[in-house]
T-cell receptor, first 114, second 110 residues
Framework: DADVTQTPRNRITKTGKRIMLECSQT?????MYWYRQDPGLGLRLIYY???????NKGEISDGYSVSRQAQAKFSLSLESAIPNQTALYFC?????????????FGPGTRLTVL | GQNIDQPTEMTATEGAIVQINCTYQ??????LFWYQQHAGEAPTFLSY????GLEEKGRFSSFLSRSKGYSYLLLKELQMKDSASYLC???????????FGAGTTVTVRA
């Protein structure tokens, strides 16, 4: 079974709709992250959380919100989706107790906003 | 913040060696990572460097020079399955966030 799962894997929605992307992990990691990936731009950080009570904005948080429901769950919401939010979204986790604090990625959610 | 540069594309022949360079400018440095990403899939961790020098892992090696703000990923004995995008990422020492380069797409030809 995958250590980091994302649902849904694919989603097509319309402008103005509210969308929630969910991430769950069984790795026992304390840190979780949301990124978006656009062609030619690489991965960009949207939000990150170092523990359940900690939420931080990344470089492109406008138009997004997050919720850390438990250590294992981190959800990303688009309150009112717009076409330029069409992208591939990745959740990642890491373990600060490890020296490298390497981030491990979920399989991604492909979101299309029409 | 970080400014990370890597070539957009590289092509090599099966069995050959390819070196992917990454240069960075950072306000604080706490490690450099290389990830492999096949089209439409998740990035997977390849290597981590925090001290100067070469780290070797089988066919893949990664080198870091902190004074030059430079790293490279060396892929030896290329196989068709190595065709992928390779992402260089630098971790900030103050907030532990990763900043990613745009990625280098490597195409391995028979």
């Amino acid at each position: 079974d995958a250590d980091v799962t994302q649902t849904p894997r694919n989603r097509i929605t319309k402008t103005g709709k509210r969308i929630m992307l969910e991430c769950s992990q069984t790795k026992g990691h304390d840190r979780m992250y949301w990124y978006r990936q656009d062609p030619g731009l690489g991965l960009r950080l949207i939000y990150y959380s170092f523990d359940v009570k900690d939420i931080n904005k990344g470089e492109i948080s406008d138009g997004y919100s997050v919720s850390r429901q438990a250590q294992a769950k981190f959800s990303l919401s688009l309150e009112s989706a717009i076409p330029n939010q069409t992208a591939l979204y990745f959740c990642a986790t890491s373990d600060f107790s490890r020296v490298t604090d390497t981030q491990y990625f979920g399989p991604g959610t492909r979101l299309t906003v029409l | 913040g970080q400014n990370i540069d890597q070539p957009t594309e590289m092509t090599a022949t099966e069995g050959a060696i390819v070196q992917i360079n990454c240069t960075y400018q950072t306000s604080g440095f706490n490690g450099l990572f290389w990830y492999q990403q096949h089209a439409g899939e998740a990035p997977t961790f390849l290597s981590y460097n925090v001290l100067d020098g070469l780290e070797e892992k089988g066919r893949f090696s990664s080198f870091l020079s902190r004074s030059k703000g430079y790293s490279y990923l060396l892929l030896k004995e290329l196989q068709m399955k190595d065709s992928a995008s390779y992402l260089c990422a630098v971790r900030d020492g103050s907030d532990y966030k990763l900043s990613f380069g745009a990625g280098t797409t490597v195409t391995v030809r028979a």
